[in-house]
């Protein structure tokens, strides 16, 4: 069985991989330092199972958890954390294990065993933990490829019926989640200038209008010119008059 | 010393009594001042005609009661101290009562003290008049130093707890993802791992310290080197460190851990939340009559707010602490410039108070 370890630190990984070495019928088939580069490495190597750091920089482990459960063929999670972290407690604990640091080798070859045969790690089984949290990257696949998307790099979000195209100067990807429960988790970072679109306060450039006579925003790093609703007007061009 | 500890628990003991100690000069005084307040309201209440002569006579009375009340409270508070609070208030009411009785005893049969004090010769009358207003006095008394008692231990267990709150404590975050480092290490490293563990332990070595405890500055230095030195090992070269301390005085005091608090901070805000890790300065000079420290770390992103948050918890808690330790004089503030914050301590270089 092949085993993906994710955690920040490399004497933890060290570890993991050791005491995986030395558990019969496993293999550490790669490491990973966040949860963004755990992505690329578990769509790569299609390991069995995922160790996974709760508390990483750029992406933590339980967005990374989000993301494998979607995959096609999603790994088991295994979350391995320091201390007890309070996400700990919104998980089910009949169907995702995790293990404390410094990690017990008898406790690992028990949650390894049962992670196999439990399987991968159903998106729902992640309860509240995974969806709570404000996401630091939109993950989707293009073409049959990974692509992640950082937050912070997005300039708009526009929904299309049931879908959302998520835009930034270098990529464009399409999620299949609400506007609605996109703007509360991304919160004030993001404008609502129309029923069907946000925009990142900080790509705000200006406005102009269209030939029809509409209202539109122009936004830093893409050409695209997105419309804005009479209704919300006022608070656009305040936000862009305040500089932010 | 188990003579020592023997008197800690008799002092311990004698701090737990309400009764105040009766030997000290302040308090006699203050027993004079108010036995001297009774003979005036006895005295009024009486409505005699001449005043003053018997204004002498009061006085003289009750100042002999109160004052051989107080000689007598004195020699007994040692043993008082051993019986707990309610004895100890129902045994001193019971002599206060019976000094009051045997000098009024004394007062009537050898002075004629009590003709013209009673303005009659009731002997009994005057002993119960005398008991009387002995048993309100002293229930009033005993229930004010009581009442006092409580209150001064109330404001001392107040400050008792927020020293205790603002000992430094070290994250059970870090503890445990140092454990695993040591557990990593005793394989790969065996030496290091010696050295992580020798660290470790000084590191909490001092954090069991009282929150008073006083230390040089070279040793908080020391101890914040320690503890770099551990998170060095779990993050590797995403923690950059870098020491400009020449300029500072080494063998000043300063209240114990002031610097880990806000390393702490600055990697857990400044370096832990960034894949790519960042600098730490340490900057301290000394300059006229004050010393200077200043530490600054990276903004991370997505953490300026939690970084703020967490930033006031611990500077509060040190600026309290400098500011018991030094006075007014002392502080620090917390700055942001460009990406970076900056944290400020300053604290005079003269003696701590």
């Known amino acids: ?244 | 010393m188990s003579r020592d500890s023997g008197t800690t628990r008799a002092k311990h003991r004698q701090e737990a009594l309400f009764l105040p100690s009766f030997c000290d000069i302040r308090m006699v005084f203050a027993v004079v001042v108010i036995a001297e307040l009774l003979a005036f309201v006895l005295v009024l209440a009486g409505y005699h005609i001449e005043v003053w002569s018997h204004l002498g006579l009061v006085s003289l009375f009750v100042q002999l009661v109160a004052l051989t009340s107080a000689a007598v409270l004195c020699m007994v508070r040692p043993l008082l101290a051993r019986t707990g609070n309610t004895a100890a208030a129902i045994s001193s009411y019971l002599l206060l009562l019976l000094i009051t009785a045997l000098i009024s005893e004394l007062a009537f049969q050898t002075g004629g003290l009590g003709q013209p004090l009673t303005g009659n010769t009731d002997h009994p009358g005057f002993l119960f008049r005398n008991l009387g207003i002995s048993a309100i006095m002293s229930a009033l008394v005993l229930r004010y130093l009581y009442v006092q008692h409580q209150w001064r231990q109330q404001i001392q267990a107040e400050a008792q707890a927020r020293v205790q709150a603002l000992q430094a404590r070290i994250r059970p975050h870090f503890l445990f993802n140092s454990m695993n480092s040591i557990a990593a290490l005793t394989r790969s490293d065996p030496v290091r791992a010696e050295q992580a563990v020798q660290d470790l332990s000084d590191l909490f070595r001092v954090t069991l310290q009282e929150a008073s405890e006083r230390v040089t500055l070279d040793d908080e230095i020391s101890v914040a080197e320690r503890y770099l030195r551990m998170e060095a090992l779990r993050l590797g070269d995403r923690l950059r460190v870098e020491w400009d301390i020449d300029r500072l005085p080494r063998k000043r005091w300063v209240p114990s851990l002031i610097l880990q608090p806000l390393l702490e901070n600055a990697i857990y805000h400044g370096i832990e939340p960034s894949p790519q890790g960042g600098r730490i300065r340490i900057n301290g000079w000394a300059e006229g009559k004050r010393i200077t420290i200043k530490i600054s770390n990276p903004r991370a992103a997505s953490g300026a707010d939690a970084h703020r948050k967490g930033n006031q918890i611990a500077l509060e808690n040190i600026r309290l602490r400098l500011q018991l330790a030094f006075g007014e004089q002392a502080g620090v503030a917390l700055t942001e410039i460009a990406d970076q914050f900056e944290t400020t301590l300053y604290f005079p270089r003269e003696k701590m108070q």
């Open chain 1, 1 to 244: 069985m092949k085993c993906l370890v994710v955690d920040d630190e490399s004497l933890a990984r060290e570890r993991l991989a050791r005491l995986l070495a030395e558990l019969p019928g496993w293999e550490a088939c790669g490491v990973a330092c966040n949860g963004a580069e755990a992505l690329r490495q578990a769509e790569r190597l299609q390991p069995d199972l995922v160790l996974l750091d709760i508390r990483m920089p750029g992406m933590d482990g339980l967005e990374a958890a989000r993301y494998l459960a979607g995959f096609d063929r999603p790994p088991a999670v295994v979350f391995t954390t320091a201390y007890g972290d309070h996400a700990l407690d919104a998980f089910d604990a009949h169907a995702i294990d995790y293990l404390l640091k410094p990690i017990h080798p008898e406790r690992l070859r028990q949650a390894l065993d049962k992670a196999a045969r439990l399987g991968g790690t159903p998106l729902e089984e992640l309860g509240a933990a995974a969806g709570s949290a404000r996401r630091t990257h939109f993950c989707a696949r293009v073409r049959g490829n990974l692509e992640l998307v950082p937050v912070d790099e997005v300039v708009f979000l526009q929904a299309d019926n049931k879908y959302v195209t998520v835009r930034s100067p270098g990529q464009q990807i399409i999620v299949e989640e609400s506007l609605k429960s996109l703007e509360q988790e991304l919160g004030a970072s993001f404008l609502r200038i129309h029923r069907s679109a946000l925009v990142a306060v900080h790509a705000l450039r200006g406005l102009d209008k269209d030939p029809a006579g509409h209202c539109r925003v122009l936004l830093e790093g893409v050409e695209d010119r997105l419309e804005v609703s009479r209704r919300l007007l006022p608070e656009v061009r305040r936000r862009i008059k305040s500089g932010s």
